[in-house]
């Protein structure tokens, strides 16, 4: 997987950027599919001190792109907490995908057993 690290307002340590990886590879292990991954992290002057680091995440997928920010009084939490929300948009998708596929094996069996009687 490509990954695009940017950041503004913020210098990029290499605990961050660790951790950054860390946290992307457990997402490709679940998406093997994942071309790339654009990370921006921005430390923001304006917003009050309980929310004044950003983290915004697009995964790359084949169909439509996974996206997921969140603000945070901490980078690392920050972080995190937009992994979760990947992960979580990563497990609607599958069993989404499961689903249909389960709903489409049910009527072919059902029209099979049909076309029996």
Do not use: W
Not at 70 to 89: F, G, H, R, T, W
């Amino acid at each position: 997987m490509k990954l695009v690290l940017s950041t503004h307002n913020l210098t990029l340590t290499e605990a961050i950027e660790n951790h950054v990886i860390s946290k992307l590879e457990k997402l490709a292990r679940l998406q093997q599919r994942a071309v790339e991954a654009r990370v921006l992290l921005e430390r923001d002057h304006a917003r009050a001190q309980e929310q004044q680091f950003i983290c915004s995440i697009r995964l790359g997928v084949r169909g439509p792109d996974l996206f997921a920010e969140d603000c945070e009084s901490d980078l690392y939490a920050a972080i995190d907490k937009v992994i979760k929300k990947l992960e979580q948009q990563i497990r609607t998708r599958h069993n989404k995908q499961k689903a249909r596929k389960h709903k489409q094996a049910a009527e072919t069996k059902r029209r099979r057993q049909e076309a029996a009687l």
